[in-house]
């Protein structure tokens, strides 16, 4: 409770990391959750729901009215305990919220996080609350890294991530190390030109720790332990044959650094491939199916990845790509994962003067927004609009 009520969502995080509590503990009569929704002025109050919802909370909570009871006014005027209190119903919620609380309910949600529960890879169901819309992509990861958990296979897990900008790949990409917290190394591959380049290639990402280590020396340092190897903006390399290191660590799950060494043993590497391949692809496949909430159906997406496989194969080259455990094409946002989006914008970007807004003042601020949404830029293109609206509301206000 007090880690809630602390406005921190790092807080929170700790807290739930360390065991100290339970996502789904009550706090006085309420479910954390439900706390959560409805304690005082919480500025973080999205940030802090996901958290809850990333480490397990329920929202069946929210509907129980001995973890979820009105407030004492609302009892005593209605003469009875069943109504929740109106901020944790769906209808009283922010577009964010209640979006990440829809998706925890999600009976699709429970079924694909629940392939990956009993297995290292468990803690990446929590990406799930720091991106927004590609379900189908987590679908299709946690089915594969289910089916390698299982098998005796010596090739390594290689996973490419494609499709338009702005849609989550290179986020995904680096939540995979911090969640499973093991190591990382990110290679750009722009910078590539030779074959020898990727061993001797520095890790490049402003979100690692910095290190002087080269690709090389960070796999030896690895060697037999599960670690991640991210191929940042892998179809942009200069010539398709300064892939071909990558053959033998991906067929073999072993790899020979430099001529005459000993091969280095990498099947517990986790390599991340990001692309903007199948871009034009994404935008251009139409459905025949969606769920009800307006997410592409499980069958067509997965004729979209067959139909993005063979353009993959043509840029990198199809003896690479033979060797590739998923192709993953991220899609384009839904009307309610816009929204999502915007309104996340909105408390980043405008701080206190928009948390203390109303919720429909919010959503009428973040539906103005979403008219200058580009979709090929995604959700760069919202935070965007977003910021410029913005300037334009404080503009106003100032001159009132």
């Known amino acids: 409770m ?11 995080r700790k807290v739930l990391e360390k065991g100290e509590a339970g996502p789904n503990d009550d706090t006085g009569p309420q479910s954390a959750l439900a706390f959560a929704l409805t304690t005082g002025q919480l500025t973080r109050r999205v940030d802090i729901v996901k958290t809850l919802l990333a480490y397990g909370a329920e929202p069946a909570s929210l509907r129980d009215p001995l973890r979820n009871p009105p407030h004492r006014e609302d009892a005593e005027r209605d003469g009875m305990f069943v109504s929740p209190p109106p901020e944790t119903s769906l209808g009283s919620m922010d577009p964010a919220t209640r979006y990440y609380v829809l998706r925890a309910d999600s009976a699709h949600t ?26 189908r992509v987590f679908e299709q990861l946690f089915l594969v890294l289910n089916q390698h958990s299982r098998s005796l296979s010596v090739s390594p897990v290689i996973v490419l991530l494609c499709g338009p900008s702005g849609h989550g790949k290179s986020f995904l990409a680096r939540q995979f190390a911090s969640l499973l917290s093991v190591p990382a190394h990110t290679v750009n591959m722009t910078t590539l030109r030779s074959t020898h380049d990727i061993w001797q290639s520095h890790s490049m990402s402003p979100y690692e720790e910095p290190s002087n280590c080269t690709l090389a020396q960070f796999l030896l340092q690895n060697e037999g332990k599960r670690c991640v190897v991210v191929l940042d903006e892998i179809e942009k390399v200069n010539d398709p044959k300064v892939l071909y290191p990558l053959l033998m660590p991906w067929e073999l799950g072993r790899c020979s650094l430099k001529a005459g060494d000993r091969h280095v043993d990498v099947r517990n590497v986790v390599w991340i491939g990001t692309s903007n391949v199948g871009h034009d692809l994404v935008f251009q496949y139409e459905c025949l199916a969606y769920g009800p909430d307006g997410t592409m159906s499980r069958n067509d997406y997965l004729k979209l990845t067959d139909q993005l496989r063979p353009l993959v194969s043509e840029r990198l080259g199809a003896s690479l790509v033979s060797r590739v455990t998923a192709i993953l094409p991220f899609v384009p946002f839904t009307e309610d994962e816009q929204m999502a989006i915007a309104t996340e914008a909105l408390y980043s ?12 003042a919010v959503e009428d601020i973040a539906r103005t927004a979403l008219e200058r949404y580009i979709p090929a830029e995604g959700a760069r293109s919202i935070y965007r609009a977003v910021s410029a609206l913005l300037l334009d509301v404080f503009d106003d206000a100032g001159a009132e």
């Open 2 to 12: 007090f880690a809630i009520a602390s406005d921190n969502p790092d807080t929170v």
């Open 110 to 135: 429970r079924r694909s996080s629940a392939l990956v529960q009993r297995s290292f890879f468990r803690p990446l169901v929590r990406a799930r609350y720091d991106i927004v819309g590609q379900d």
């Open 349 to 360: 970007l405008g701080g206190e003067p928009v948390t203390g807004m109303s919720v429909p």
